[in-house]
């Protein structure tokens, strides 16, 4: 049971964190430049929208999922003397780890701050708020999005490690 398990988890814990650095990497490349051609209201309104629509089952798989199966590969690998593969995975969870730093420190404060200015047809000035939500969470997801994916290089590399 113990092999089957240290075959199974790893590759789970690999697959969950390529999605979850897909997901960042989506907004990086596509959903914000998306959103910074569109004019204020809409960008507000469309962004107030996606942080609503994410807030659902797949994305808890994917997001509390990553970290936990990396962490159980981890856990794995260590107790079965597996010590390079576990390395590997203390890696990806320590990058995972910084993902979920710079979410809650500050994408998910600007989330939040763009949701507590109304309704985008009723905002006074929308390019202020705009202003203040926009230019830090794409840098900030930037980062999220390069964490994310050395997460998933180590935890690649965790999957071939002796």
């Known amino acids: 049971m113990v092999q089957v398990m240290l075959a199974l988890v790893p590759v789970l814990a690999a697959v969950l964190t390529g999605l979850f650095a897909g997901l960042f990497f989506a907004f990086s490349i596509a959903v914000m430049p998306g ?12 962004m107030q929208g996606v942080n609503v629509a994410i807030l659902n089952p797949w994305f ?3 997001f509390v999922g990553a970290p936990v199966t990396v962490l159980a590969s981890l856990v794995l690998q260590a107790s ?7 390395v590997w995975s203390a890696a990806a969870l320590a990058a995972l780890v910084a993902v979920y730093a710079v979410t809650f420190a500050v994408n998910v404060p600007r989330n939040n701050a763009l949701e507590r200015a109304g309704p985008a047809g009723r905002v006074d000035d ?9 230019g830090v969470w794409v840098r900030w997801n930037h980062l999220r999005t390069l964490a994310s994916v050395a997460a998933l290089a180590c935890a690649v590399c ?3 490690a002796h």
Request: zero cysteines; a positive charge.
């Open 60 to 62: 808890a798989v994917v």
């Open 80 to 86: 079965t003397g597996h010590s390079g593969a576990a």
């Open 126 to 134: 929308p390019a202020a708020v705009r202003a203040r939500f926009e």
């Open 158 to 160: 965790a999957l071939t």
């Open 35 to 46: 959103l910074g051609r569109a004019g204020d209201r809409a960008m507000i309104e469309a």
